[in-house]
């Protein structure tokens, strides 16, 4: 399960990084994500489809991230805690960089928890744990 979960998301960092240079591809979602997915923030919990409703999201979201300044997003580290043969938490440290003409390179550390199933010998995200990133941005000064 390790090695799987490791290449989700060395995928998944690549994946960022592409569609941070404005190369989204909606056909890769499908192959990070479950179908079905729940994910919960300090805004709530919800749960959605591994469908157009996501991709949209996404490529929203990737907007956002462009024009706030996002330049990079990296993995320093991954922690899993198994819960069974197919199952585990991953515990993904990040850091992500921001920079724009009005604000200084700023790298922000966070870490997201992701569940994860191993089917197959293919991981893929089907929810994760999140903290409250407006505050975060926020507090740096980013948004």
């Known amino acids: 399960m390790e090695q799987e979960v490791h290449e989700l998301f060395e995928r998944y960092e690549e994946f960022f990084k592409r569609s941070l240079a ?3 591809d909606k056909e ?3 192959e990070l994500y479950a179908s079905e997915f ?3 923030t300090p805004a709530g919990v919800m749960a959605g489809k591994n469908d157009e409703t996501l991709v949209q999201a996404m490529i929203q979201g990737y907007q956002n991230y462009r024009e706030i300044g996002t330049r ?3 993995k320093r580290d991954i922690r899993l805690s198994p819960i069974d043969d ?3 938490v991953a515990r993904v440290s990040w850091t992500a960089t921001y920079s724009r003409d009005d604000l200084p390179e700023t790298d922000i550390d966070f870490d997201v928890h992701y569940l994860v199933q191993v089917l197959n010998g ?3 995200v089907f929810g994760w744990v999140s903290g409250d990133e407006q505050e975060l941005l926020k507090k740096h000064g980013i948004v």
């Open 28 to 30: 890769e979602v499908s």
């Open 38 to 40: 729940i994910a919960a």
């Open 122 to 124: 293919t991981a893929k």
């Open 86 to 88: 197919l199952h585990c």
């Open 72 to 74: 990079q997003m990296r």
């Open 22 to 24: 404005d190369d989204f």
